[in-house]
């Protein structure tokens, strides 16, 4: 069964930054878009960053532009998100997820595969 594995959430003050990966486990996601989501307590998920399969077409929301910056890996089959500038708005559990889509999807339930999600907490 093919498995995502995100790592590298943790506790850090506002301002600082932290990198997420995602690994896979029991397979590959070639040719998937791949997508970094959030959830914060009492809040829906939301896609914050995708990315297509050639890594040259990119999305991010409006909270994160110009701060997160999505990439991929595809001979390690590793997807990362560069998260500077952190914000107390934005501790969440984050998870990863694939699509087979020939385009990129902001949706989170165009999304077939999630991983586990790694918590990042933001403090003040």
């Known amino acids: 069964q093919v498995q995502l594995v995100e790592s590298g959430g943790g506790l850090v003050q506002a301002g600082d930054s932290l990198r997420l990966s995602c690994g896979v486990s029991?397979?590959?996601?070639?040719?998937?878009?791949r997508a970094w989501s959030r959830q914060a307590p009492g809040k829906e998920r939301e896609i914050v960053a995708c990315?297509?399969?050639?890594?040259?077409?990119?999305w991010y929301t409006d909270d994160v532009k110009g701060r997160f910056t999505i990439s991929r890996d595809n001979i390690k089959n590793v997807v990362y998100l560069e998260m500077n500038n952190l914000k107390p708005e934005d501790t969440a559990v984050y998870y990863c997820?694939?699509?087979?889509?020939?385009?990129?999807?902001?949706?989170?339930?165009?999304?077939?595969?999630w991983g586990q999600g790694t918590q990042v907490t933001v403090s003040s």
């Open positions: 997820a694939a699509t087979n889509s020939t385009s990129l999807a902001a949706n989170r339930y165009d999304y077939e595969y």
């Open positions: 029991g397979g590959t996601f070639g040719g998937y878009v």
């Open positions: 990315i297509s399969y050639g890594g040259h077409l990119t």
